[in-house]
Each structure stands twice: as C-alpha cells, then as structure tokens.
C-alpha cells in the first residue's frame, strides 16, 4: 500500500527497500502469528447455559439478555463476522423469513467481498432438535420485543440489532462484539476472560465439521473461498479436547449451516 502512495525511497520502491524489509522482519520475529489448535472455550458449555435462566422463558427474559442470546447464536450459527452481524437489516429487500430460517443481506460490502463476488446471503437457519437454541426463534422474538422500539415516533430504525438502552439506535460491531464476549464470559463467570468475539467464526465452523457437517456447506456459508482459508487460520481441533458431547445439547451438523 505504501509503494503505491509514496515516491521510491533511493531509486527503490518503497515496499522493497532493505530497510524496511528488515523491519517487517524485526517485527514478525517479536510478535509472530499465533496459531491456536484447541478451541479457545467450549461451546457447549456456553449453549447449555443458554437454555437456562436468565436467557429462558425467552418471551419473558430482559432486553438485554434476549439481545445477548439472539447475537450469539447467530453469530455462531451463521459463522459471520461482528461486523456483518451489525450490518443486518430489517426492512423489505434485506431480511426474509421463510420456514427453513431467516434470510438477510447485509448492508454494504462484507470484508471477503469483491467484483464478481458480493451480496452473500447470510443465512441465520432453524434448529428443530431443541428450540431453546433455536436461532430463528431467537430472531423472530428479538424482532417482535423490538418493532415498537425501531418504529417508534421518536425512532426509526431499520438494522436488526439496536441498543440495549434508550434511545435504542442503531449499534456498532464493536457493540455487536461486546455482547458476545459478554456471553461467553457469563458462560465461566470470568468477566477478564480473555476471549474474542471473532473466535465464534472458528469455533462455530469446528464444531459443525466435528458434528459431520459438509465442508463445502460450511465454506458456502461462512463465505469462505477456499478450505485453505479454514484450515490455516480457524479449524480447530474438537478431538482434542475432553468434553462430552451429548448429540442433544449442541448444533445439529445439518441444521449449523
């Protein structure tokens, strides 16, 4: 990007020049990539507590925990990131809700988007094995506890997810990722957990290929080129860990996608 914006450095393009070579080197030394091959917290652990109080009877829990449960399990569902999650609208053109799930395309270019490809539907799907964590319920409860709110007089809001308090405008993704890590971190009890929001785009993925979901299901749907993109930077690796998995209390691998 440099080389482009600014002039050749000793007849060098800016990119190029040893010293800045060396500095690129310096830095990739001190803070290398890290690779993380275990999943960073436990899905199901989170998922079991989301059937629980305080995030069920869902048509009687509080806003902001209806707004915590209904980000999370799309997040983790859709495999998406925060920012696609916040670009998610309402009205007619964007969002459709047909039996199987509900269909939304976000606002804007996604961050993989590019000529030839964009405007990926984002598929938030129906799980029918446990409807406490049921992704299409939670929206469709999300969106009728909030048409009073967005179509108020005062207020007229057309992205799906708005803020927890007054005057509930439209959020942030930095919101949008706050709320996830709020969720999880409620899962441990640990408000330092140090967790990221982006993390459900890994683990979202592992679990479902765990579960026997089909690769190029789950490239489709977290709009990945490529499997190389998954394998490199967000499979993770589910046998490893000692956890029980009990078929009834996690993502179903044909409903994850």
């Not at 804007?108 to 029918?128: A, E, M, T």
Request: proline share 6%; with cysteine; hydrophobic share 40%.
């Amino acid at each position: 990007m440099l080389s482009v914006l600014l002039p050749p450095m000793d007849g060098i393009q800016f990119g190029q020049h040893p010293d800045i070579v060396r500095l690129m080197k310096g830095v990739f030394n001190s803070r290398p990539p890290i690779k993380r091959l275990v999943p960073e917290w436990n899905l199901q652990k989170v998922l079991e507590m989301l059937t629980k109080s305080p995030f069920e009877p869902m048509n009687k829990i509080s806003f902001k925990f209806l707004t915590w449960k209904t980000v999370f399990l799309a997040a983790v569902s859709t495999f998406r990131r925060c920012g696609d999650l916040q670009a998610l609208r309402t009205d007619s053109g964007f969002m459709s809700i047909v039996p199987e799930g509900v269909i939304f395309i976000r606002e804007g270019l996604s961050k993989q988007d590019r000529p030839g490809h964009c405007c990926k539907k984002i598929f938030v799907p129906r799980f029918n094995k446990n409807s406490k964590l049921d992704p299409k319920r939670a929206v469709e409860c999300y969106l009728k506890r909030t048409s009073e709110l967005r179509n108020s007089a005062e207020n007229s809001v057309n992205q799906l997810f708005v803020s927890i308090n007054k005057p509930h405008k439209a959020v942030s993704k930095q919101t949008v990722s706050s709320w996830i890590v709020g969720v999880i971190r409620l899962a441990y009890e640990d408000s330092e957990m140090n967790v990221k929001a982006h993390s459900t785009r890994a683990i979202g993925p592992s679990w479902a290929l765990f579960k026997g979901a089909a690769l190029t299901s789950i490239l489709e749907a977290a709009d990945w080129s490529s499997a190389e993109t998954f394998k490199r930077f967000y499979y993770r690796e589910l046998e490893s860990q000692s956890w029980e998995l009990e078929e009834n209390s996690v993502l179903s691998p044909a409903s994850s996608v």
